[in-house]
């Protein structure tokens, strides 16, 4: 799982049928003290997230098949899970 940051969405009139009425956000990952990473990350939003939310992502393909509820394996690999209220790591 990776932990990043909602910057922005994405918006496509021609897409995938597995696609379809799915919010696609563009997600910066973070490190565990909020530094950006210089990748970005298209991600399918299953929680309702925004710009500026931190979110927990999950890559893996059969794990996002079965989120999804899909019956059988669509070219959705990256899915965002949760919306992220607090990190505490120990010292």
Do not use: C
């Amino acid at each position: 799982m990776i932990i990043g940051k909602v910057i922005g969405n994405l918006v496509a009139t021609q897409k995938h049928h597995a696609y379809e009425n799915k919010k696609l956000l563009l997600v910066k990952p973070i490190d565990w003290q909020g530094n950006e990473e210089k990748e970005t990350i298209i991600a399918v939003d299953t929680v309702d997230a925004g710009i500026g939310d931190r979110v927990l992502i999950m890559s893996e393909g059969n794990s996002t098949t079965e989120e999804l509820k899909f019956e059988r394996r669509q070219p959705v690999r990256t899915i965002v899970i949760a919306i992220i209220d607090d990190i505490h790591k120990r010292a």
